[in-house]
């Protein structure tokens, strides 16, 4: 898991970075959205996009999180449904200033290279290295802004944690 990451960002050749999964929808405007919030706070922030996920996830709070049920995978993705709300939604919280945490994140590739990107040799079983990841973001002093504007709708864990058994 996160020794792929690494090695993805060690790949990226750009000033910012995006952690994106392949079981996600990303709303038209999301880039637009991310970069204006990125050019506004600068590297100082990580950026929390938003994601929208099926009612099964409803369990899971946390910030920049909304459940909504437009679909449980690509095939039943109700695009038109899911761009509507996600119209209303960047309308309704445009001048929200909320901190968050977790692993659906921008930012500049600088700041994570300084946080020191994924431990992969510290953790087993696997999914925890993204806690510790906002961990030493917060420890090494910047912030973790979410982006309201930036929307996905994220079929929820349709990736690496349906091919293990941990």
């Not at 100082?44 to 994601?51: G, I, M, P, V």
């Not at 899911?82 to 001048?95: I, K």
């Not at 973790?144 to 994220?154: E, F, M």
């Amino acid at each position: 898991f996160s020794e792929n990451w690494d090695a993805g960002i060690n790949a990226v050749k750009t000033e910012k970075f995006v952690f994106l999964h392949n079981d996600m929808y990303l709303h038209r405007d999301f880039f637009d959205q991310l970069e204006r919030e990125m050019e506004c706070l600068g590297p100082e922030y990580f950026y929390l996009y938003t994601t929208i996920e099926p009612l099964k996830c409803a369990g899971f709070v946390r910030p920049g999180k909304v459940v909504a049920p437009f679909g449980e995978d690509f095939s039943d993705f109700r695009v038109e449904e899911f761009n509507n709300f996600a119209s209303s939604y960047m309308v309704a919280h445009q001048n929200d200033k909320v901190n968050g945490y977790g692993f659906y994140l921008a930012g500049y590739l600088d700041s994570l290279q300084k946080v020191g990107g994924f431990d992969y040799h510290t953790f087993d079983p696997l999914f925890c290295e993204d806690d510790d990841l906002t961990l030493r973001i917060r420890l090494t002093g910047y912030y973790i802004r979410v982006v309201s504007g930036a929307l996905v709708y994220h079929f929820g864990s349709k990736t690496i944690r349906d091919e293990t058994d941990r």
